[in-house]
């Protein structure tokens, strides 16, 4: 059953902006933190996602990845890691969530970690383009044919994106399925689920896939 | 789809390629123009080669211009470069004031078509001065800098940033590169074409046939490097890892370089290399001329691992090349490399000779590792640095230039194409 709205599948591309910033040391790097545009800290956990990136990264974020490969400092690479951004609806409560742990850290080092010269953590921002790919979804299960076809950036879009764009912080698979009426509330519990992070876009795109499947193939729609 | 496009979508796929369109439908009609120094010869020209078209074909109006100079206006742009790439050496008011001149020349003829263009990118400094000499121009100007300015010599960047300071944003290859200015700087990381010469796919006769011709073997392993002869490549380094691996494994190395003709350095390390390398029958030193294309091609297709050593380096797109060939690459953990060398994925990165000899030795005793590399490495080419990736990043920041600074950009238009589920 349809109720009505169709589905536009979106499709996004991304340009990196450097902001000039960088930061040699930890505490650099936690004073520039405090002041550097909300973008630099969205793009720093979720725009490496549509960047250059193999499965299982080590690290998650690109503090962690900086921690780890040039200011060497694990522990600090681990707990920076772990701070799961999706945890967060706001940007200014990650922001202070990444300061909080990098001062814990500070406090405890008796020295100020430092990276060479050359091996800078530079800060960087980005611009996200998005457009319509034509592509229209009139039923839920036609998802189980679409969602494979879908580009790597129409994942990042309506999941990753969507939880920053929407007030309820949702992707918009969800969000579109909430208009029929509880129909799918079943579904839209396990995608809620997915967690969109410590993942690469491809398995993403994966595990949405086999969440239509498992609704519509097993269950018969 | 037309010719240029449909080759690209054999090798990237359909999809890419419809992104592309999607991207570049608010962009029809628009005049474009790229103005550099050089039509042949050099990475720019390489670039804007395939570029020009492949924007024309998207349904923009893209022009390329060059600017002329004399043998003065190209040593001073050729000071201007090494400087910006950390050799201090000033440049005299005299030069820059001849510098400002060709400029000003080269405006007289162009200015009637960049000051109607709605983009136009000026690539590096030699046409840098245009923007000035059009006071009458309609559209955006971007700066391209193809260069490393990481550490720049600063009275030369001084002088040169008051210019490109007036721009309506810059382009940049790596992070690192960037130096502030208070415009956007836009960060587009170099790209191969798989398409030229240098990448096209070779038949394995043809590959055999250049190996045959440099007396290379076929029954011994095979790596190779190929860069000028520069301390900064280090090629002794390279020989010393090859005679690590040579105690244990037999092993050919191939050196293949050139620029040594008419660059007194690269001629002395040149000389420094072959007197290190002896009379050593696995050592082929190659000196080739700029335009063995084909010729490098075919030696990283031919070899079972690619070297690429460098203690300092910019983006490395020999190392791009060599991924793209579907080889590993055990490559100095420096610059640009590390975008690209991802350890255990698609190669290693190392920091001394010894470093170098173990991965060598690992791979050459692993072939299935080595194999498996080697896919996961032209994959990973082909989805972060051909030129189609080069032409979505020049498409976005078109886009995101016409709509201001806002972070996100809706396109409202209808796509053409597209097919409807």
Same mark, same amino acid.
């Given at each position: 059953?349809?109720h009505g709205e169709e589905f536009k599948v979106m499709d996004c591309a991304l340009i990196s902006i450097s902001t000039g910033e960088q930061a040699q040391n930890l505490r650099e790097l936690r004073d520039r933190l405090k002041t550097t545009h909300p973008g630099c800290i969205y793009y720093h956990f979720w725009a490496n996602l549509l960047g250059p990136r193999f499965d299982d990264p080590e690290f998650q974020n690109d503090f962690a990845v900086w921690s780890w490969r040039y200011l060497h400092d694990k522990k600090l690479a681990e707990q920076l890691s772990l701070i799961?951004? *999706?945890?967060?609806? %706001? ?7 990444? $300061? ?5 850290? !500070? #406090? ?72 029929? *009426?509880?129909?799918? %509330? ?7 689920? $997915? ?5 690469? !876009? #491809? ?19 | ?80 470069h090494n400087a910006l790439q950390g050799n201090r050496d000033d440049i005299s008011d005299n030069l820059l004031r001849h510098y400002e001149k060709i400029n000003f020349l080269n405006s007289v003829d162009l200015k009637s078509k960049l000051e109607q263009a709605d983009f136009v990118f000026i690539h ?298």
């Amino acid at each position: 059953m349809s109720h009505g709205e169709e589905f536009k599948v979106m499709d996004c591309a991304l340009i990196s902006i450097s902001t000039g910033e960088q930061a040699q040391n930890l505490r650099e790097l936690r004073d520039r933190l405090k002041t550097t545009h909300p973008g630099c800290i969205y793009y720093h956990f979720w725009a490496n996602l549509l960047g250059p990136r193999f499965d299982d990264p080590e690290f998650q974020n690109d503090f962690a990845v900086w921690s780890w490969r040039y200011l060497h400092d694990k522990k600090l690479a681990e707990q920076l890691s772990l701070i799961d951004p *999706a945890a967060y609806m %706001d940007i200014e409560e990650l922001r202070r969530e990444i $300061i909080e742990v990098i001062e814990q850290r !500070l #406090s405890e080092s008796e020295i100020v970690p430092w990276a060479r010269t050359g091996d800078q953590f530079y800060f960087k921002r980005s611009q996200i383009v998005i457009f319509d790919t034509g592509i229209r979804v009139r039923e839920p299960k036609e998802f189980v044919d679409v969602i494979p076809r879908l580009s790597l950036g129409t994942i990042f879009y309506h999941f990753i994106d969507a939880r920053r764009r929407t007030e309820n912080g949702k992707n918009d698979f969800s969000t579109w399925l909430g208009a029929y *009426a509880g129909e799918y %509330d079943g579904l839209i519990r396990v995608l809620d689920d $997915i967690d969109p992070y410590f993942t690469t !876009l #491809s398995d993403l795109r994966r595990e949405i896939a086999d969440v239509f499947d498992g609704s519509f193939l097993t269950n018969g729609g | 789809m037309t010719a240029l496009l449909d080759q690209y979508a054999a090798i990237v796929g359909n999809d890419v390629i419809d992104h592309l369109r999607q991207l570049a439908a608010p962009l029809r009609g628009m005049k474009i123009v790229h103005v550099n120094s050089t039509r042949e010869g050099g990475g720019v020209a390489e670039i804007l080669n395939r570029l020009v078209p492949l924007q024309n074909e998207l349904g923009m109006d893209a022009s390329w211009e060059v600017i002329s100079g004399d043998r003065r206006f190209y040593q001073c742009t050729k000071k201007m470069h090494n400087a910006l790439q950390g050799n201090r050496d000033d440049i005299s008011d005299n030069l820059l004031r001849h510098y400002e001149k060709i400029n000003f020349l080269n405006s007289v003829d162009l200015k009637s078509k960049l000051e109607q263009a709605d983009f136009v990118f000026i690539h590096d400094p030699q046409p840098a001065l245009l923007l000035r000499n059009c006071p009458g121009r309609k559209g955006k100007w971007v700066w391209r800098c193809h260069i490393d300015v990481s550490h720049p010599y600063r009275p030369v960047w001084k002088y040169l940033r008051q210019h490109v300071e007036l721009y309506d944003a810059s382009i940049w290859s790596l992070s690192t590169f960037a130096q502030p200015l208070s415009h956007p700087l836009y960060l587009i990381p170099p790209s191969i074409d798989p398409l030229g010469e240098k990448n096209v796919d070779l038949s394995e006769d043809e590959v055999n046939g250049f190996l045959d011709r440099f007396g290379i073997s076929k029954k011994t392993p095979i790596i190779t490097q190929v860069s000028r002869f520069d301390r900064f490549k280090d090629p002794i380094g390279v020989i010393q890892a090859y005679r690590l691996v040579r105690k244990s494994v037999p092993v050919q190395l191939v050196l293949a370089g050139g620029g040594a003709t008419d660059d007194p350095e690269g001629a002395r390390v040149l000389k420094e290399v072959r007197s290190f390398a002896g009379r050593d029958p696995d050592i082929h030193l190659l000196e080739l001329p700029p335009d063995a294309h084909r010729t490098i091609n075919a030696l990283q297709r031919g070899s079972d691992i690619i070297i690429q050593k460098s203690l300092r380096e910019g983006f490395g797109l020999t190392v791009t090349e060599g991924l793209w060939k579907g080889k590993p690459v055990i490559a100095g953990d420096t610059g640009g490399i590390r975008l690209q060398v991802i350890n255990h994925h698609t190669g290693f990165l190392v920091n001394s000779p010894e470093g170098a000899a173990l991965r060598i030795r690992y791979l050459l005793k692993n072939r299935d590792i080595l194999k498996t590399m080697g896919e996961k490495s032209r994959q990973f080419v082909l989805e972060n640095f051909l030129i189609t990736r080069h032409v979505r990043e020049y498409l976005t920041l078109i886009v995101a230039l016409i709509y201001g600074s806002a972070e996100r950009i809706e396109l409202n238009l209808p796509s053409p194409g597209a097919t409807v589920s």
